[in-house]
Nanobody
Framework: QVQFVESGGGLVQPGGSLSLSCTGS????????MGWYRQAPGKQRELVAR?????????NYVDSVKGRFTISRDNAKNILYLQMNSLKPDDTAVYYC????????WGQGTQVTVSS
């Protein structure tokens, strides 16, 4: 059974930065494409960023975070990262990681709150 554990969330002011991490219970980062997802109150969970499993690590982002967020991974350490800069109140959500396309291996998520 695959399990993910997300961490790194918190409360930050608009314009601030946070770095999220996701660890996996199995060495799947080098096998599957991975994604960061988020769910804001009253909204559906959405894909924020994804990265391929290939050595090139090609990435894609939802338009609302392009130029502000960076997804990366360390296959040797089984860690997925999301660097978030220039945060906005609309980024407030619980952030999750899973393979892409998602298979429902959701962890507890990590809360990100952007507020002054």
């Amino acid at each position: 059974q695959v399990q993910f554990v997300e961490s790194g969330g918190g409360l930050v002011q608009p314009g601030g930065s946070l770095s999220l991490s996701c660890t996996g219970s199995r060495n799947i980062f080098s096998i599957y494409a991975m994604g960061w997802y988020r769910q804001a109150p009253g909204k559906q969970r959405e894909l924020v960023a994804r990265i391929t499993s290939t050595s090139s690590g090609s990435t894609n982002y939802v338009d609302s975070v392009k130029g502000r967020f960076t997804i990366s991974r360390d296959n040797a350490k089984n860690i997925l990262y999301l660097q978030m800069n220039s945060l906005k109140p609309d980024d407030t959500a619980v952030y999750y990681c899973d393979v892409y396309p998602p298979k429902g291996y959701w962890g507890q998520g990590t809360q990100v709150t952007v507020s002054s």
